[in-house]
């Protein structure tokens, strides 16, 4: 498939061939769901804790005798039924990672770009190159009509734009290998240099 390609000034820049197995494909909103939810519980910090009965500040001196007082038989007051007493089976600090298999994690990342095709939220440049100034670069975007845009660049991005696009809100930049469904589903519109397109193919090929 063919897609014009653009400069960050708006003009021309010619025309780049996407590959049709990795930009042409029906997305399946299945398999990018299996990826996202892989993605983010990867990064879910799973810290959380609570206080088991050995933990809780309490005494530990048994709360009365064990016969003859008509009630329950009880030790100290840290057990789980007591106020202030410990938590039974809460959560501890875990990982919440699972595995996915490889193949279906590339199959995820190329529907992601399918889908963005399909919507016409793709966008492809000439280059991704800044002298840092924030203010010029912030110009072109919104010449463009770029309000959340995800833009991934080849191995490595320009230092420049990289510094130019810290400051702008909606404006994130990846280098290639950075590409993830999650953050290309976030964005409303993915931009890809030349480079970028070259190095993703090689990438899922």
């Not at 110009?139 to 320009?158: F, H, M, S």
């Not at 990289?162 to 909606?170: E, L, Q, R």
């Not at 953050?183 to 970028?196: E, F, S």
């Amino acid at each position: 498939m063919k897609l014009d390609v653009i400069k960050l000034d708006g003009g021309k820049a010619g025309s780049v061939d996407l590959s049709d197995d990795l930009f042409g494909l029906e997305p399946r909103g299945d398999l990018l769901q299996r990826v996202v939810r892989w993605q983010r519980n990867k990064a879910q910090a799973g810290t959380h804790k609570v206080k088991t009965r050995s933990e809780t500040s309490y005494s530990t001196k048994k709360i009365y005798r064990q016969k003859g007082t008509g009630g329950a038989r009880h030790g100290d007051r840290n057990a789980p039924i007591f106020r202030k007493g410990g938590i039974y089976k809460g959560p501890t600090p875990r990982s919440h990672a699972h595995d996915l298999p490889k193949k279906v994690r590339k199959l995820g990342l190329a529907h992601a770009l399918s889908a963005k095709v399909k919507e016409g939220n793709l966008v492809v440049i000439d280059t991704a190159q800044s002298d840092g100034k924030t203010a010029a670069l912030a110009k072109q975007v919104k010449e463009l009509g770029w309000k959340r845009a995800l833009v991934i660049d080849g191995a490595e991005v320009d230092a420049g734009f990289a510094k130019a696009a810290a400051n702008i809100n909606g404006l994130d930049v990846l280098p290639s290998m950075g590409a993830n469904v999650y953050d290309i589903l976030k964005r409303d519109t993915l931009v890809l240099t030349k480079a970028g397109v070259e190095a993703l193919e090689a990438r899922l090929k």
